[in-house]
């Protein structure tokens, strides 16, 4: 199946939609390719988020852009906050007035925009994109761009799982809104969230930033997916005799539930939070509870055992890096938008956790589908010839071998998700854990080609791969500790490394300090 449009959108979580109710909005014709069930997939729709909505008040507005700054070493940038707020606060407003969204009511009776509960928001946002006129095309994974002589991108090329054949899209501008990667840690609603638009993007030479933000891990109780790591804030943790963990917590105590756990069970119990703050809590996050109430278990008074799930860029900062205020990449026609993008230009190198994810995505959404339509618009409507530009999994280098999916997962997993090595960072386990995820890129590039259905995991493993040594590298030329990006052979804080970190490359990884020479 062939199509064409002005723009693709790949993705289908908040800002998928809001870049491709913008584009439709703008007046370009618009494809939107999910990989799952657009409106239900992803980590949003199956959960209630925060949402960074501040009413323009200066000292509101101040007070909210100053919160975070130490907590993520000092790199956000002050404009793009104000930019992600006012565009948060129009946008938000939108979605209850033309959008009907039903915000609860305060006391007082004004209407409460601070959070968005998941499944009702991404339904009311399907809604929107089809009566947009945007054509949506369900199960259907993008697996490889296209580009155009001249380098720019030119659409995409993809399987749809539930028709079982290929399909291609060919586009003036393409937006890639795919999610962050949690490496199929099982973390509630983020196991289609596997990196796939970071590879898309960097097949055709886009950039990625803040890589080394990327060891985010949720709270979840143990045996169970749900990571609502904010409940945790009204938490006391303990040790299976019933002793207090000292500095356990849940902003700045995770590390020492990681080191706590490599050697014994860690317990807790939400007993900090008083009965309004437990019916607020029950309220907001009703899924939260399901586990513990099937159990019988009353997690205000009674201690369960807890672990900490990978969550990786879904979480954290780092993503494709973006060059202007229409969250353009380094490659013509490309935009990168929601947790996709980095996110550093916000929260600097700490988790933006959801509030400030969710306004990012809404933001650099509507800003990319705008941006990505007039660059539609300004390339007229001639034919452009195009080319596959997909790499590992789809187009080997060498002979065709039997390589293993499965076991290049396992592989990426087993140095990524130990809290010893992706966690509790040290240099000399970085090194050796990018020795193995090289020698597992040199197999998969060279012998690794998938067809039909079976494109789909092997071009998941290929992303989840490229995404730990992005990781890994940007990590390791950090010769510090901040934000997110801990070093016990460098606990202390740098004032010379003050900057961002740029990354990119596939078979050659590369990173370095953001402006400086290749």
Known sequence: MTLTADVLV???????????????????????????????????????????YVPPEPEAREAAMASREALGGYLADRRWMARVLDETYDRVNELADAGRYPFPVGPDGTSLRNGLQGPEYMRRQRIRVKRAGVTILDHSPVTELLTAADGAVAGAAGYQRQADRAFEVRAGAVVVATGGCAFLSKAFGCNVNTGDGALLAAE???????????????????????????????ATFYRANGEVLEGAGSQRGRSVIARTLLSEKVFCKLDLADEA???????????????????GVNPFTDPFAVTLLAEGTVRGTGGIRIVDDGCATTVPG????????????????????????????????????????????SLGRGTRQVTAAGGAGLRPTGRSSDVDVV????????????????????????????????GAWSSV?????????????????????AHARWMYTSALLRHE??????RLDHPDLDPAQHHRITSGGLDEVWARPEGAAA
């Open 277 to 295: 703050a437990q019916r607020a809590m029950r309220l907001a996050q009703p899924n939260f509870f399901l586990t513990f109430d099937r159990l």
């Open 204 to 234: 055709i030479g886009a950039e990625l930033s803040g890589m080394e933000f990327s060891n985010a891990y949720g709270i979840a109780p143990e045996h169970t997916s749900v990571t609502k790591t904010a409940f945790y804030n009204y």
């Open 445 to 465: 590039r060279t012998g690794l080609r998938a067809e039909g259905a079976a494109v789909l995991p092997a071009r998941q493993a290929a992303a989840m791969l």
């Open 481 to 486: 500790s901040r934000g997110m990006a801990r």
């Open 407 to 438: 076991e290049i997962i396992r592989t990426v997993q087993a140095e990524v998700l130990p809290y010893d090595k992706n966690y509790l960072r040290h240099g000399d386990v970085l090194r050796a854990a990018l020795r193995e995820l090289d």
């Open 334 to 377: 490309l935009y990168a938008a929601g947790d996709a993008a980095t996110r550093e230009l916000i929260c600097g190198g700490f988790t933006g956790g959801g509030s400030h994810n969710a306004a990012w995505a809404i933001s650099s959404g509507s800003w990319a589908g705008r941006a990505a339509a007039g660059f539609a618009r």
């Open 10 to 52: 790949v993705g289908g979580g908040p800002a998928a939609t809001w870049a491709a109710l913008k584009a439709a909005e703008s007046g370009a014709s618009v494809v939107l390719a999910d990989k799952g069930y657009c409106g239900t997939s992803g980590a949003t729709a199956s959960v209630g988020t925060g949402v960074w």
